[in-house]
């Protein structure tokens, strides 16, 4: 691979989640976002095998992604009902960030992502779709049912959002423990995708075990006081303090006894 391709593939592992969220704030529409990113990781393997890769390849991809939305929502037809949603509101008081508001769009796409209105199934389903970046099959073999029904059971939920206008933000501090639970959920489903991956030639998925490490503790961030989230980022900090021993330099399973117990 070249050196562009080899940059565009670790964005695309690295920056994945914060180019969608930041996207996605932008248009409030999940599937322009997703085409959006994905145009933007397209371009970028030209333009940096072209010029070089960006000394931040995250920034220049966020700009891409949402440089083409607006330019796709301008030649809409749909553009002056579109427009007002292009708009950040201006804050109220209420709106202030307080000491429960963490600025961070990726706590805003998985709390979308695990709205009350959805169905449990349907939260974390699009939660490790859009936010994790875990492919449609490998959510259908974590959830043991047909990529056909997991493919469909994302895009209905995708409309859910669009049709109920379900808003983009992070809830407000009295309406955080009646939403915590789905998201506690999908990020100890996250990290257990990546500990045991379901499909691949790789026991362990590194870059989904560190995104669920990174959402835990931004949770913890977010509601420090909360035992289940405590709970939560301690459990999957034990667990991962084991992960450079679980393999041999291969990528083979070791057994306990054959594990390297002083690292």
């Known amino acids: 691979m070249s050196l562009a391709e080899t940059a565009v593939a670790d964005a695309h ?16 529409d999940f599937d322009l976002a997703e085409e959006c990113v994905q145009e933007a990781y397209l371009s970028a393997l030209e333009a940096w095998e072209r010029d070089g890769v960006p000394a931040s390849p995250g920034a220049w991809l966020t700009t891409a992604a949402r440089r083409r939305a607006l330019d796709m929502v301008r030649r809409d037809q749909t553009l002056k009902k579109k427009l007002p949603l292009l708009i950040e509101p201006e804050e109220s008081e209420m709106d ?21 209105a959805l169905a449990r199934e349907a939260q974390i389903a699009l939660t490790l ?18 990529d056909s029904t997991m493919a469909a059971r994302v895009t209905r939920a995708k409309k ?26 999908v990020v100890h489903l996250l990290y257990t995708t990546g500990h045991t991956a379901p499909a691949g030639d790789r026991l362990v998925r590194n870059d989904l075990v560190e995104r669920a490490l990174d ?38 399973l070791l057994l306990l006894e054959e594990q390297d117990r002083s690292l």
């Open 129 to 146: 779709r859009l936010v994790c970046g875990v492919t449609t099959d490998e959510i259908a073999k974590a959830f043991l049912v047909p």
């Open 215 to 252: 959402l835990a503790r931004v949770l913890h961030t977010l509601m420090p006081d909360e035992r289940e989230v405590r709970g939560l980022l301690a459990l999957l900090m034990v667990t991962d303090a084991r992960r450079a021993t679980r393999t041999d330099a291969e990528g083979r």
């Open 160 to 185: 859910k959002i669009a049709a109920a206008r379900i808003p983009y933000r992070v809830p407000s501090a009295s309406e955080l423990p009646d939403r915590l639970d789905a998201v506690l959920t």
């Open 13 to 28: 592992r690295r920056e994945w989640t914060f180019v969608l969220a930041a996207t996605a704030r932008v248009t409030r």
């Open 96 to 116: 202030i960030p307080t000491e429960h508001a963490v600025p961070d769009d990726r706590l805003r796409l998985i709390f979308t992502c695990c709205h009350p």
